[in-house]
């Protein structure tokens, strides 16, 4: 099957050629034919999916366009095509698409191809995401879920059977004079639902600092990228701190 380039991933080695001769110009309705599909998303198809040409550019002996989507296409498209652009940073309303893989859209009403298979690739444990993603029980097509109550109590119950106590760490001290880097022992981290959750701090450990007892959330603390609890209380700061 023909593959198409998704706008964010077609890199020019030089600047793009405008094309008088181009086949459609700026305006125009095209469909995309049968058999095509993103190359990216192997098992996303692009036949009957319908949009306006934006911008014509060629390179290299190509002539290829910017299509945005119509709203007829993008109600039907596949919802897993939706997640992966969000997932990854696309725009979903936009792609870039070669010449030989279009045709007017004479305004007759055709299905729009629909995979036949979705291939979710398997969790990585190399991913910082997917490892927040098992957290959740979900799939690498699935977006990571933002953080509020509901989600704070499972990302607990997983670090509760996950870490060990106690453990060292360190946290900055922003003074008003300087800043200082400060050695701290973890000896425990309450369950939320005991103590209240904190949608702003988030989780807080118990510990000791060089000046006694201190409660300090589990996303300003840092771990060596060698202990045994650096991974999970990362990832969880990753999260913590993108995902809000």
Known sequence: MREVILCESYVMSRPPERSDSSR???????????????????????GGWTGIIKQVERSEGETVYEIKWDRKTLNNVHPVYLRRCERDGFDAE?????EEDLEPDQGILVPIEQPTTIVTPPLSVKDQDDRIRAVFGLTHDDLI???????LLIYFRYLRATLTFPFPATYWDFGRLHDQKIMVMIHALPDPEEIGF???????????DQNGRIEIPLAEIELKKKAPNHEPVSDYSYWFHNWR
């Open 145 to 151: 879920p933002q953080v509020n109550p509901e989600t």
């Open 94 to 98: 936009i792609m870039w698409l070669a």
């Open 198 to 208: 904190d949608e702003e701090d988030g989780f807080i450990c118990h510990g000791r």
């Open 24 to 46: 459609f110009q700026p305006g125009a309705k095209v469909r995309v034919r049968y058999g095509v599909i993103v190359p990216d998303l192997p098992d996303i198809p692009l």
